[in-house]
Nanobody
Framework: QVQLVESGGGSVQAGGSLRLSCGASLYNYGLYCMAWFREAPGKEREVMAAIDAWARTTYASSVKGRFTISRDNVKNTLSLQMNGLKPEDTAMYYC????????????????WGQGIQVTVSS
């Protein structure tokens, strides 16, 4: 059974940092695109960062230069280092996976974690 489990969320003041982690029980983990999505109240779920099977990364413009996605194909983990956090980064963050190349739409991803809350206060 595939499981994606997020950890590391919480509350932080604006300008602070958090590091999210996702543990994945995926066979051939290295073949998957892994992504971080977020969903704020009243907004659609949107991709923030993704790293494909070839370790190429992409970022949403709103987080580029502040967030860094990385993966460990030995430990089957995914991380998101978030620096310079802003109140508008407050959302539920989700780890997601799909085979090979990454995609923008949430419907393109086959596996999802349960999500973890990140709250940034001003």
């Amino acid at each position: 059974q595939v499981q994606l489990v997020e950890s590391g969320g919480g509350s932080v003041q604006a300008g602070g940092s958090l590091r999210l982690s996702c543990g994945a029980s995926l066979y051939n983990y290295g073949l998957y695109c892994m992504a971080w999505f977020r969903e704020a109240p009243g907004k659609e779920r949107e991709v923030m960062a993704a790293i494909d099977a070839w370790a190429r990364t992409t970022y949403a413009s709103s987080v580029k230069g502040r967030f860094t996605i990385s993966r460990d194909n030995v430990k089957n983990t995914l991380s998101l280092q978030m620096n310079g956090l802003k109140p508008e980064d407050t959302a539920m963050y989700y780890c997601a996976a799909r085979l090979y190349s990454c995609a923008v739409g949430s419907s393109e991803y086959n596996y999802w974690g349960q999500g973890i809350q990140v709250t940034v206060s001003s």
